[in-house]
């Protein structure tokens, strides 16, 4: 089995987990366009605007989205907490 760096891990992570969100990545520039991420977050629900904020906070290396893990479980879909349990159970820094 070929071991997968942090960023390729994020990137197959996120490709799974919101589609959407990993568009906005330019990943030959390791950057994301916050503009289209503000896009998103305008139009998300609840549970994707947590979903998006721990994301970014994965990518960051820190909370910097307020990401609140209660107010997640409680609006957060079964295939949005399943991502983030998948990240909990081995997180990665990309």
Not at 39 to 52: E, P, V
Not at 55 to 77: P, R, T
């Amino acid at each position: 089995m070929i071991a997968l760096n942090a960023e390729t891990r994020f990137q197959l992570w996120l490709e799974e987990a919101y589609p959407a969100l990993y568009t906005t990545f330019d990943w030959s520039k390791n950057c994301y366009c916050k503009m289209d991420v503000d896009k998103l977050l305008d139009y998300a629900d609840d549970g994707t605007s947590a979903f998006i904020r721990f994301a970014l906070g994965v990518w960051h290396h820190e909370n910097k989205f307020e990401f609140d893990v209660i107010e997640a479980a409680s609006v957060m879909s079964e295939k949005q907490c399943n991502a983030v349990i998948t990240w909990l159970r081995d997180p990665f820094w990309p």
